[in-house]
Structures are given as structure tokens and as C-alpha cells.
């Protein structure tokens, strides 16, 4: 079985369950993601460094350098973000529309998660820790397909 389809099974298993989370839960997972980055910073930076050197190494633009670039401030800025999400409110299980048909039928259409969401991503290890608090702030379980030249400050800020 290939690797795509494990993670998307894996997902899918996923879904379930953050489908069935409340929005108490998914604050405090996403308030305890925030926590640990700030624990993790020093990890994270240091693997993103090694991603910075090997893309000089290669040759990379220094506008892609700079897309995959974080320092402390940018991290801070990350970790705002997922506290800015904890903020909002919880767009599933919301009513859009309701309608009563004349035979008393009443119709609503609610928000709900889409179930699995499948991203591909250059350079940009902000992008990751978007695109898996948004997902779960939503409900959705996210298989995340970054690139090789930030791979270690992905896998540093996933192991967050």
C-alpha cells in the first residue's frame, strides 16, 4: 500500500473522531499547540537553520529563502495565530438556512467538517502549522504535503 493511501486511511480514522470533538476540546488542543511551540522554539528554529543551510547549499533564491525563514518574531507570530483561532467561533454544526416546506417538512442546511483535506505546499513552514489548526478548529482531519527544502522545520513543528 502506498504511503498517500496509508495517511489518507489514517485521516479518514481521523476525521471521525475530530468530527465528534467539541469545541472546548478542540480550544484546548489548539491552546496546548501553542504552549508547545514556544517549549519546542529552540528546536524548531534549529531545524529550520538546517533547512536554510541546505537551501543555500542548492542554491535557492533569497525569496525562497526568506519564505522558509523563521526566527523569533515569526514564530511569535505563529503561535498568535493559533491563539487568534481559539478566539473564533466554531463554524461547525451552525445554521445557515432553514427553511418549513408547506407539508411542515422543516429543511436546514448546517455547517459541518468536509472530513479529510489534502494540501500541497511549497517552502513555507508557516503553512504547516496553518493548515493543521485550521483544519482542526474546523473539524477536519489534514494529510500535508510540504516541500523537501523545509522538510526538518515541518517535521520539527509536527512533532510539536
Known sequence: ?????????????????????????KNKALQLIADQ????????LAANEQDLQIGRQMGLSDAILDRM?????????????VKLLIDLKDPTGETIESIEKDNGLNVEKIRVPIGVIGMIY???????????????????????????????????????
Open 1 to 25: 500500500m502506498s504511503e498517500v493511501i496509508q495517511k489518507g486511511k489514517l485521516a479518514k480514522e481521523a476525521s471521525g473522531e475530530l468530527n465528534r470533538a467539541t469545541t472546548a476540546e
Open 37 to 44: 511551540l514556544r517549549v519546542d522554539q529552540a528546536e524548531i
Open 69 to 81: 525563514m523563521l526566527d523569533v518574531s515569526r514564530l511569535e507570530d505563529m503561535v498568535e495565530a
Open 122 to 160: 511549497e517552502s513555507r513552514p508557516n503553512v504547516t502549522l496553518d493548515a493543521a489548526t485550521l483544519s482542526l478548529k474546523t473539524g477536519n482531519a489534514v494529510v500535508l504535503r510540504g516541500s523537501s527544502s523545509a522538510i526538518h522545520s515541518n517535521k520539527a513543528l509536527v512533532k510539536s
